[in-house]
């Protein structure tokens, strides 16, 4: 069995997913690099079994034309829930500090994707805050409901 070496993400072998292909961390040092700071994940290697899932790279970096899905030459890992990377040790109490903290975060995920699209990079941002604004109204409406 192999599980997606990304913090808190759930894809592994056993889960029989199509469309989630795993890929081993780069041999290229610089490359390597870019992966482990990307994941944030502190004081953590990888070993000759680590991967991560197809869920964390551009769709456009992802090659299945052939009998094997592959990466492009260079791909970087660049998409992760971050909410799950500032929740559990937040103390963030309103929308507004989290929008910043997302900010912050999102300028340490370095991309040195060929051809990268700024719109598009737009584009997912917005879409990580709405997920943010999801996670912040749940997590009031279960406050509310553990009060009442």
Known sequence: MVKCSAPLCSNATYKKTAEISFHRFPK???IKLAWLSNIKRPDW????ASVLCSKHFEASLIDKSGFRTVLAPGAIPTIFDLVQDIMPTSTITNEGQILREIQNIQHG?????PNYDEDNHRKEEEIRKMKY???????KDKSTETTE
Do not use: F, G, R
């Open 45 to 48: 290697q990888p070993t000759s």
């Open 109 to 113: 995920v370095s991309s040195t994707v």
């Open 28 to 30: 290229d040092e610089n």
């Open 133 to 139: 604004k999801a996670v912040l109204k749940n997590k």
